[in-house]
Structure formats: C-alpha cells, structure tokens
C-alpha cells in the first residue's frame, strides 16, 4: 500500500470524496521519481520530503506540489482568500491563478480548507 502525502493524504484521513482523480500524486518511497501513466503523474519523494502530520502542512504540500507550484506566499495567499470568501474561489482568484478555474480543481481545494480550517458557509465535501 503507497504511503500517500499532500492531497490523498487529505481525503484519507478526513473522508473527502474528490470531484474528480487528482493529475498528480504524491508518495513516500525509497528514490525520488517521477511516473507517467495514463494522465496522471505519480511523484515519489524521499521520507525528507515528508510534510508533518498535519492537515496545514499536508495542504500546503498538495497545493503547492500537486496543483499550483508557486511560492509559499502564492499559496498562503490562495488559503486565505478562499477562507476568507466562505470557502469558495473568486474570480479575481481564479484570475491570478488559472488552474483554480479548472471546476474539480476547485472543488478539491475548496473542500480540503473548508475541513482543514472549519470555513463559515462552507461544505467540507
């Protein structure tokens, strides 16, 4: 069984059913790899890569390896519009950053920080 980090991390241990399969996955195996198949990604990071066991530092990890890449102040600032918008993507958001206008991207995101952070208005699946 793959020893799952960033967003299987999340919908494991928090019971989130996602729209749709995410493009790339992240696990902890023993050489950093990268596998193609059938248009999904599987990344295989060392343990060092290893994110805490923490539903902010899983997150992180998944938005900023898995979907977005950018830097930390790129995806803290992501997080904080989405809570601060009951939970959903504005399009001002969407706007400045185009792969969150994907819908099943959105909805993974939306999903994972209204459970991870108890968003007002928001529906965690």
Not at 16 to 26: E, Y
Request: net charge neutral; hydrophobic share 45%; charged share 20%.
């Amino acid at each position: 069984m793959a020893d799952w980090i960033g967003y299987k991390w999340l919908a494991a241990r928090y019971g989130i059913d996602t729209v749709q399969a995410p493009p790339v996955t992240s696990e902890i195996g023993p050489s950093r790899r990268t596998i193609h198949n059938d248009h999904i990604t599987r990344e295989i990071y060392t343990a060092n890569m290893r994110p805490e066991d923490t539903l902010t530092a899983h997150l992180t990890f998944a938005i900023k390896k898995e979907i977005v890449e950018g830097p930390n102040q790129d995806i803290d600032r992501i997080i904080r519009a989405i809570k601060g918008n009951g939970g959903q993507i504005s399009n001002k958001l969407a706007a400045t950053f185009p792969v969150l206008a994907n819908a099943g991207v959105a909805a993974s995101i939306c999903a994972c920080i209204a459970a991870a952070f108890e968003v007002p208005g928001a529906s965690a699946a």
